[in-house]
């Protein structure tokens, strides 16, 4: 046999947790932050002066990516709430405490009016933090009355109380106007109540927690942006040589080291002045014939994207320039009597009106400032040629090697046959053949070789000592024609051995044809019988040996005989 006994009692349990040094997600202010007018600051905080009702005002901003929550208000006596977000127009809205502010991401215009009594601080949470807590409840809940509860706290402040029922539960509640302040000691806990109205009948209730939680914190790392020097407006004259600015040492960084600053730099005029980055240096250069005013953007940014920006005005000073000659070589070779066109180019950034001279009257310029060389003596010759614009001249030189070669031709061939010149030959004759070679270029020609070729036959190799410029040099060739022939090639070759340099190489020889005719027969005397020329030859030589022969049989000299004398 059971009794059960009727029982009327609670059981309490609770959880505690504490943690120091919290970093809240709140924003407090205190009688001695922001403005106040008609109030006065006492033990307990502000109040008002004398009847009217005082005022205090302060800001609230925005931290870093966050938002603005709920605003707290502490303290006792009848007091209005005003916000007004920055930015916005239009007056103040009333709010009640532990109300959300309008437009979280702006920074707030707080005012209270404080009619009566003692107002301790106020408070901004930030991201409106919560307490979140999930559980069950498990078991015999037939014994309990309708006062058993679930009660959540921090510090002091209640912050929600739930009935006890069968199942699950979710407790999530703002929890700002409850946190301790800033880096302070938070106890947060939880507590069951069991109020039971019981028969006597054994129960089992468990109040499960599986986890509880504030929301709304939040941990920024300040990345503060570079620092750096001012940067210094700068001048320059027309073409001078550009600036290296180095910035890592001008610039500090909170976190990144100033080597590894990344740098950017634009001109405001990219015709005037051109602004790069070369390592950690800003290279600033003027353009080249170019000037003005221009602003250089220089920016320098960190390895989280936070940057410093800073201009400089740079300014251009116009110079004249100088003009520029170019194309000029250093040497060149001409043949006396011919001309050279040299190309080239004279510019002048700031005119057109150029003035060219050169040192040698035979230097010329053309219409398109080309320069013209006509040399007139041999040798070689420096040629200084100027350029003037007004105000700056420049002058380069020149070498002009002038060469007076030699230009060998054969201006005529004569053949002779016994000192006559003729026009046609018969076979046997015996001929002279005179090339007369003419120089008609500007050099003396020495040791001229001149070959002599009859059908295609050497027959000779003359050497003329020298032939001076415009000069007749005459060689002969003596040679022996056979035939018949209808066209008997004769040639003669000047320089035949190439070792003369001239002007040309393409007029050296020249050619001609000659009939040759067969030698006709008759019964004439012997002498007839002969040809004129060989004919003369052999008369010659027998007078001779005839004198020879008289002289040689011609009685000797009468001699007178010596008288004796005793």
């Excluded at 927690?209 to 940067?231: A, F, K, N, Q, R």
């Excluded at 600015?245 to 634009?266: N, W």
């Excluded at 040497?331 to 190309?343: C, H, N, S």
Aim: aromatic letters at 6%; one cysteine or more.
């Amino acid at each position: 046999v059971k009794y059960h006994q009727p029982w009327y009692s609670f059981e309490t349990t609770k959880a505690r947790h504490t943690l120091n040094g919290v970093d809240s997600p709140v924003v407090d202010f205190g009688p001695y932050d922001g403005e106040i007018s008609g109030l006065s600051q006492v033990s307990c905080g502000l109040t008002p002066n004398g009847p009217e009702a005082g005022i205090w005002t302060f800001d609230v901003e925005v931290p870093p990516l966050q938002q603005l929550g709920r605003l707290h208000v502490y303290g006792a006596g009848n007091h209005t709430i005003w916000a007004l977000p920055d930015g916005f127009d239009g007056d103040y809205s009333e709010k009640q405490s532990g109300e959300l502010l309008d437009n979280p991401d702006s920074t707030q215009q707080i005012r209270i009016d404080i009619e009566d009594g003692c107002i301790s601080g106020a408070r901004v949470d930030i991201n409106d933090p919560h307490l979140v807590a999930y559980g069950a409840v498990s078991g015999e809940l037939g014994g309990l009355a309708d006062t058993s509860y679930i009660r959540f706290a921090v510090g002091s402040e209640l912050i929600a109380s739930i009935p006890m029922e069968d199942g699950a539960f979710v407790v999530d509640v703002p929890v700002g106007y409850a946190l301790p302040e800033r880096l302070g000691e938070m106890v947060a806990g939880v507590a069951a109540r069991f109020q039971w109205s019981s028969n006597g009948t054994a129960e089992t209730t468990v109040v499960h927690i599986h986890s509880i939680s504030i929301t709304g914190g939040y941990d920024v790392e300040w990345d503060l942006d570079p620092e750096c020097m001012p940067l210094d407006d700068m001048s320059f004259n027309e073409d001078d040589a550009g600036v290296h600015i180095p910035m890592d040492v001008r610039c500090i960084d909170d976190l990144t080291a100033p080597e590894d600053l990344a740098l950017s730099a634009v001109s405001g005029d990219p015709t005037v002045i051109e602004a790069t980055i070369v390592d950690q240096y800003v290279r600033i250069q003027p353009v080249r014939d170019a000037w003005g005013e221009a602003s250089v953007m220089v920016v320098v940014e960190d390895e989280r994207g936070n940057t410093w920006t800073g201009e400089m005005s740079i300014t251009v000073n116009p110079i004249e320039d100088p003009p520029v000659l170019e194309g000029l070589p250093l040497t060149v070779y001409i043949e006396l009597g011919e001309t050279m066109v040299v190309d080239i180019t004279v510019t002048d950034s700031d005119t057109q009106s150029l003035t060219l001279s050169a040192s040698r009257s035979w230097a010329t310029f053309d219409t398109a400032n080309d320069l013209i060389l006509t040399p007139v003596e041999s040798g070689s010759h420096i040629v200084e040629i100027g350029v003037s614009d007004g105000t700056n001249d420049i002058s380069q030189s020149i070498e002009v090697v002038v060469t007076a070669k030699p230009d060998l031709l054969i201006e005529s061939i004569d053949v002779r046959r016994d000192g006559l010149s003729v026009s046609e030959l018969v076979d046997g004759d015996v001929i002279e053949i005179y090339a007369y070679v003419r120089n008609e270029g500007r050099g003396l020609a020495d040791a001229v070789n001149v070959k002599c070729t009859v059908g295609g036959i050497l027959v000779g190799v003359v050497m003329v000592e020298s032939i001076p410029s415009g000069g007749l040099g005459v060689a002969v060739c003596d040679a022996q024609v056979s035939g018949p022939d209808d066209a008997l090639a004769i040639e003669v070759v000047a320089d035949s051995t190439a070792s003369i340099d001239e002007t040309s190489e393409n007029n050296n020889d020249r050619l001609i044809t000659m009939i040759v005719s067969e030698r006709e027969t008759d019964s004439g005397s012997i002498i007839d019988s002969f040809d004129r020329g060989p004919a003369v030859v052999f008369l010659s030589i027998g007078i001779i040996l005839i004198a020879l022969t008289a002289l040689y049989f011609s009685p000797s000299k009468v001699r007178k005989p010596y008288e004796h004398r005793k």
